[in-house]
């Protein structure tokens, strides 16, 4: 089965892939230096960014103290950088690099939120619009936007149609996508529906995709391979789909709950990051 349940535009989609594939940044987000970039630059020149630019490293500083203590069930912390110059922003930037997630959030006006992971997880850049003062860093096991816009700009419930012609198992999948997502409440596991194990024709894909409509959130996620997180608009119901090196999909599955575990930071990430920040400050800035 390889049909996606698209839940944003073709343009918002191809911008999410281009900036996980890493062929066209997030208009928002510089490109990070390489590891050994970082390494020369850091010898030749930390003591100098220290001291033009203390309210980086305090930034950086207040960052890594806050993933210290974070926890996945624990509120995220954002940090805004609208005090900042634009050189100070590039420098968060190179200092905190670029990961493997991306995606957007589509908002009620018409813009859009951008977020991307640092290469420490659970630190994550967000901007919204494309204004330097909607931008800032949070920590968190997934920005705050996007758990909003999951639950606020989508619908509690959703009507079932009629079957068209030809469609098979359709009409019980979205039932028991309705009854698990009218009896979820946050604390209790998600319910996963597999849909590549079971009889879906190409009918029953596309009545899926108009029942369950087009949701705000986008995630993107490259490593191995690549996985796709999509809010739809009914709420706490997801498609995660994850394909192979020729883009084909190899596991496609509906989630019913929070958002998925797939595109959350781990506990023992944030202790992880911390210490990785500490030492590329140590390094970077002093």
């Given at each position: 089965m390889t049909t996606a349940v698209r839940v944003v535009s073709g343009d918002v989609e191809q911008m999410v892939s281009k900036s996980a594939t890493g062929t066209e940044s997030l208009d928002v987000f510089h490109s990070g230096l390489t590891?050994?970039?970082?390494?020369?630059?850091?010898?030749r020149d930390g003591n100098e960014l220290a001291r033009n630019y203390p309210n980086v490293t305090v930034l950086l500083s207040n960052v890594a103290a806050a993933a210290r203590g974070q926890r996945q069930s624990t509120r995220s912390q954002p940090y805004g950088l609208a005090n900042l110059s634009e050189l100070e922003r590039k420098l968060i930037g190179?200092?905190?690099g670029e990961g493997e997630v991306a995606g957007v959030v589509a908002l009620p006006d018409g813009s859009f939120a951008q977020l991307r992971e640092s290469v420490l997880a659970g630190i994550w850049r967000v901007r919204i619009g494309s204004e330097p003062t909607y931008e800032y860093v949070e920590v968190g096991a997934i920005p705050q936007i996007v758990q909003r816009a999951a639950t606020e700009l989508t619908s509690a419930d959703f009507l079932i149609g009629a079957a068209p012609?030809?469609?098979?198992?359709?009409?019980?999948?979205?039932?028991?996508?309705?009854?698990?997502?009218?009896?979820?409440?946050?604390?209790?596991?998600?319910?996963?529906?597999?849909?590549?194990?079971l009889p879906m024709s190409a009918v029953d894909m596309?009545?899926?995709?108009?029942?369950?409509?087009?949701?705000?959130?986008?995630?993107?996620?490259r490593g191995y391979g690549t996985c796709r997180v999509q809010a739809t608009e009914v709420r706490n119901v997801w498609s995660v789909q994850y394909f192979n090196s020729l883009d084909d999909v190899i596991l496609d599955t509906v989630e019913v709950g929070g958002v998925p575990i797939v595109a959350l930071a781990a506990d023992e990430?944030?202790?992880?990051?911390?210490?990785?920040?500490?030492e590329i400050m140590e390094a970077y800035l002093t």
């Open positions: 590891t050994m970039e970082a390494a020369k630059r850091a010898r190179e200092v905190l012609d030809g469609a098979m198992n359709v009409l019980a999948v979205l039932a028991e996508i309705r009854e698990r997502a009218r009896v979820w409440r946050s604390g209790m596991r998600a319910h996963v529906i597999n849909l590549t194990l596309a009545f899926l995709q108009q029942s369950l409509g087009n949701g705000p959130v986008q995630l993107i996620f990430d944030f202790e992880d990051s911390a210490g990785r920040l500490q």
